[in-house]
């Protein structure tokens, strides 16, 4: 099958508020108050988190129908660790993204937990954000040329 390029646009606002176009979608992202932003929307970090459940909810349904398995939801609770330190220049020696990861998933389904188990790793195997957050992907970026 050929490739397939998605494509968003974005602009900063005010402040830290950022707005993105996603096809028919407007994304608005910001930062917390406490960190110089006005709260008008989660943060960059906060969206990669929520994208992830996302894309397992996604990838669960392909899978449970492509099984015949009828999935009732899917819940999850994710949380991840970062410092601050990288992303703030404080310490070049300190990554600024996730150091760590960490998903807790359930699966409403007539499956032991022996198949639930299996269901899940084949969701994270199939789940692309999955597969760029494990193994990630080249970026490229470049100045648009205004003049």
């Not at 970090?45 to 397992?56: P, Y």
């Not at 990838?59 to 991840?80: P, S």
């Not at 969701?123 to 205004?146: I, K, M, Y």
């Amino acid at each position: 099958m050929a490739l397939r390029t998605m494509q968003v646009a974005g602009r900063l606002d005010q402040g830290f508020a950022i707005s993105v176009q996603c096809g028919q979608h407007q994304v608005l992202m910001d930062q917390p108050r406490t960190a110089a932003g006005t709260d008008t929307g989660p943060t960059p970090l906060d969206m990669v988190l929520a994208a992830l459940g996302g894309c397992f909810g996604t990838i669960g349904r392909f899978v449970a129908h492509q099984r015949r398995i009828e999935l009732r939801g899917m819940r999850f609770e994710i949380e991840a660790d970062y410092d601050p330190d990288g992303l703030l220049g404080r310490n070049p020696e300190v990554r600024p993204g996730f150091q760590e990861i960490r998903m807790r998933v359930d699966i409403d389904a007539d499956l032991t937990e022996a198949q639930k188990q299996e269901f899940l790793e084949e969701v994270e195997r199939r789940c692309p954000l999955a597969d760029n957050l494990l193994h990630g992907a080249r970026l490229r970026s470049q100045l648009v040329d205004t003049a």
